[in-house]
């Protein structure tokens, strides 16, 4: 199983970007995919999951209203649109998925040991 994250960059406050994570090797339209973040000397957070049904987001709430999570299980590829970009939004994002099939098709995993495979992290820069 691979996932490759892309899309990471250096914008300035109110900025958008788009990360992609593309994912090979995964029964992807199975696996619930989240989005975590690591800001320098900081622990590694959740900061978006959407179920593999893809019925259900879930955002931690210093992102929420900004940041949207979307999967395309034809591309076996989620997104994370992040817009409105403030400094505080700098850290290493990462994207996980689940074991396929280990949680109901809605649910949504918060914490990082719930996710089996991951990807190597792609930068993202805010400048105010």
């Known amino acids: 199983v691979q996932l490759q994250a892309s899309g990471g960059g250096m914008v300035q406050a109110g900025d958008s970007l788009r990360l992609s994570c593309e994912t090979s090797?995964?029964?992807?339209?199975?696996?619930?995919m989240g989005w975590f973040r690591q800001a320098p000397g900081q622990e590694r957070e959740f900061a978006a999951g959407?179920?593999?049904?893809?019925?259900?987001?879930f955002y931690v709430d210093s992102v929420k209203g900004r940041f949207t999570i979307s999967r395309d299980n034809v591309k076996n590829t989620v997104f994370l649109q992040m817009n409105s970009l403030k400094p505080e939004d700098t850290a290493v994002y990462y994207c996980?998925?689940?074991?396929?099939?280990?949680?109901?098709?809605?649910?949504?995993?918060?914490?990082?040991?719930?996710?089996?495979?991951w990807g190597q992290g792609t930068q993202v820069t805010v400048s105010s």
């Open positions: 996980a998925a689940e074991r396929p099939l280990s949680s109901s098709s809605t649910y949504i995993g918060k914490n990082s040991d719930e996710y089996d495979y």
């Open positions: 959407i179920s593999w049904s893809g019925d259900n987001t």
């Open positions: 090797g995964l029964l992807f339209r199975r696996s619930a």
